[in-house]
């Protein structure tokens, strides 16, 4: 049975950086793969995806450059790096992957990012 698992996550100050991981088990992972966050209360938001072969990026507008994504498919893992992290940026954050952009059927169940003040 394939699994995505995240970590990565902590508690760590504003303007610090984390990087998390995705890693998949039971297959290959050469799929699409996006990363969400969901805030205490809020509803989850997008935050990145990255294609197969890793050479195409998207993100959502309001990391303003921070965030980056990378993987290395040999490891069966994708990467976000986060920058210079706000309270603001504490949620759970979820990678999930599928074979087409934007259609997740796996998800992991989340690491959680807080950043103090």
């Known amino acids: 049975q394939v699994t995505l698992v995240e970590s990565g996550g902590g508690l760590v100050q504003a303007g610090d950086s984390l990087r998390l991981s995705c890693v998949a088990s039971?297959?290959?992972?050469?799929?699409?793969v996006g990363w969400f966050r969901q805030a205490p209360g809020k509803e989850r938001e997008f935050v990145g995806r990255?294609?197969?072969?890793?050479?195409?990026?998207f993100y959502a507008d309001y990391l303003k450059n921070r965030f980056a994504l990378s993987r290395d498919n040999a490891k069966g893992a994708v990467y976000l790096q986060m920058n210079d992290l706000t309270p603001a940026d504490t949620a759970e954050y979820l990678c999930?992957?599928?074979?087409?952009?934007?259609?997740?059927?796996?998800w992991g169940r989340g690491t959680m990012v807080t950043v103090s003040s």
């Open positions: 039971g297959r290959g992972f050469s799929d699409y």
């Open positions: 990255i294609n197969p072969s890793g050479s195409v990026t």
């Open positions: 999930a992957t599928g074979v087409t952009p934007g259609v997740y059927p796996l």
